[in-house]
């Protein structure tokens, strides 16, 4: 586990900055909303707020398996100690978070389909297809094989990464829920108007933040796990 975490915070230390930026773009929507949006007058915005505070953290690893498409390559050029410069790091991540796009889609529906029967299939297809953004394979059922490959060959290591993710970006909008606000009252005051903003604010922020430092650790895990092809 050491070496796949080093290699993440390396990969991580390196291309901050491109991947960042394209954080950023995915999440541009929350990012907008959260950002610009009024202090609510009352408890229907607030609790609008706060929901899409906690739906927003709870779905973040979509975008997150997405730019593991941009993080793989990068991934690979430290291990392989050829590093790029920012600006064909920058080209290289546009190209494989749109290459990663299509199968993260189907992801998400596997994982969706999987929940709809029993939570556990939704959750076990979760790590499965973890590293499916990190394939180069073509098509859209082979990059999710290559990704049950990998996490087969360290299934604890892929376990261990996909649930340290999820705890990160759920506690992003539980730290400062249960600090701030708490259950809204009927009648909330002022302060907890103003707290139901704050919450969004910081899950708008947060959630892009961390989600570079999430896929650098899912691309790490990939790239330590290479299958034969």
């Known amino acids: 586990m050491r070496p796949i975490v080093a290699l993440a915070f390396r990969t991580y230390a390196r291309y901050v900055a491109p991947l960042t930026l394209l954080s950023l773009v995915l999440f541009a929507p929350l990012l907008a909303y959260g950002l610009l949006s009024k202090t609510p007058g009352e408890l229907g915005p607030a609790w609008r707020m706060v929901m899409i505070a906690w739906g927003a953290a709870a779905t973040a690893w979509i975008a997150q398996y997405m730019l593991v498409g941009a993080a793989a390559p990068l991934a690979r050029s430290i291990a392989d100690a050829e590093p790029l410069g920012q600006l064909a790091a920058l080209r290289v991540c546009l190209g494989g978070v749109v290459r990663a796009v299509l199968p993260t889609l189907m992801v998400v529906a596997a994982i ?7 939570v556990l299939p939704g959750l076990v297809l979760g ?3 973890s590293l499916t953004g990190a394939s180069t394979r073509s098509g859209l059922a082979e990059p999710m094989l290559d990704s049950v490959a990998r996490v087969r060959s360290n299934l604890k290591v892929a376990i261990a990464s996909v649930g340290a993710i999820l705890v990160v ?3 992003i909008v539980t730290v400062p829920f249960a600090i701030l606000l708490g259950p809204l ?3 909330p005051t002022p302060e907890e108007l103003s707290a139901a903003q704050l919450i969004l ?3 708008a922020i947060g959630i892009p933040l961390v989600t570079p430092l999430a896929a650098c650790l899912l691309a790490a895990v990939a790239t330590t796990a290479r299958p034969s092809d």
């Open 201 to 203: 604010q910081i899950v």
């Open 112 to 118: 969706a389909m999987g929940s709809i029967a029993l």
């Open 127 to 129: 790590v499965l297809l």
């Open 185 to 187: 009252s009927p009648r």
């Open 169 to 171: 970006d759920l506690a």
